[in-house]
């Protein structure tokens, strides 16, 4: 039973002895000059300000979820349009009660803000309990 595993012991010899002799090498090898410029923070040719650590905004998390949501939507849509036409009236049907469903959710959040950026309504319900602040 035990020389089953011997392929799967010598595999993980090989690759962790290949990972440790490849950052051996490049430790050895490569250039090792610091400075203040190489050890600053590069960002898109951005200069960084600011803390790192910064809050979002919990509607940027919000929005984020809406676009997986509707986003899913798609993919469902995919599968749905391959066996369309096994049984139209009844695949019909049900992707009908599916754009339904996420159409009066789309226009839920519509009209509670969620999508308002700039307005004082959408501050006013997405702002979180520990923020006082509009």
């Given at each position: 039973m035990?020389?089953?595993y011997l392929p799967i012991l010598v595999?993980?010899?090989i690759a962790t002895g290949f990972a440790a002799?490849?950052?051996t090498i490049s430790w050895l090898l490569g250039p090792s000059r610091p400075d203040a410029n190489k050890n600053e923070t590069y960002e898109c040719g951005v200069s960084p300000v600011g803390d790192a650590r910064e809050r979002f905004s919990?509607?940027?998390y919000v929005v984020?979820?809406?676009f997986i949501v509707f986003d899913l939507e798609t993919v469902?849509?995919?599968p749905w349009a391959v066996v369309f036409k096994q049984l139209p009236?009844?695949?019909f049907l049900q992707m009908l009660i599916f754009l339904v469903i996420l159409t009066v959710g789309l226009v839920y959040e519509w009209r509670m803000g969620a999508l308002d950026w700039n307005t004082s309504r959408g501050k006013m319900i997405w702002r979180s309990g520990h923020d006082?602040?509009?």
């Open positions: 035990q020389e089953q595999m993980l010899i002799v490849a950052l919990v509607r940027f984020a979820m809406l469902f849509m995919f009236t009844f695949y006082k602040a509009a």
